[in-house]
């Protein structure tokens, strides 16, 4: 069982940066793949960026490319997604999650076995 607590979220202005933090407690996090995925309201919970477990291997959607980077810290249990020059469609509810393995599907949200409860990122034009 793996607990998934994000933060960092907050109200930024376009062009800015935010750097989400998610915190992992309980057996397995040093071997899983972590990953975030986001959700703008009345929209699907689209994949962000993953990670394997040991930083080896990573991935993001097209759209965060040079913008995005996700890093993890498996000595203290932490994820993290730095994100610079926000954009208004950028706005969503982000959300960390935990993966068994890194695949070839690692994009898509049924990998996943562990989800946070999401933070707020809201980018004003």
């Known amino acids: 069982q793996m607990v998934l607590v994000e933060s960092g979220g907050g109200l930024v202005q376009a062009g800015g940066s935010l750097r989400l933090s998610c915190a992992a407690s309980?057996?397995?996090?040093?071997?899983?793949?972590m990953g975030w995925f986001r959700q703008a309201p009345g929209k699907e919970r689209l994949f962000v960026a993953a990670?394997?477990?040991?930083?080896?291997?990573?991935r993001y959607r097209d759209s965060v490319k040079g913008r995005f980077t996700i890093s993890r810290d498996n000595a203290r249990n932490m994820v993290y997604l730095q994100m610079n020059s926000l954009k208004p469609e950028d706005t969503a509810v982000y959300y960390c999650?935990?993966?068994?393995?890194?695949?070839?599907?690692?994009?898509?949200?049924?990998?996943?076995?562990?989800w946070g409860q999401g933070t707020q990122v809201t980018v004003s034009s």
């Open positions: 999650a935990a993966a068994t393995f890194w695949s070839s599907t690692i994009t898509t949200r049924g990998e996943y076995n562990y």
């Open positions: 990670i394997s477990w040991n930083g080896g291997s990573t």
């Open positions: 309980g057996r397995g996090f040093s071997s899983a793949t």
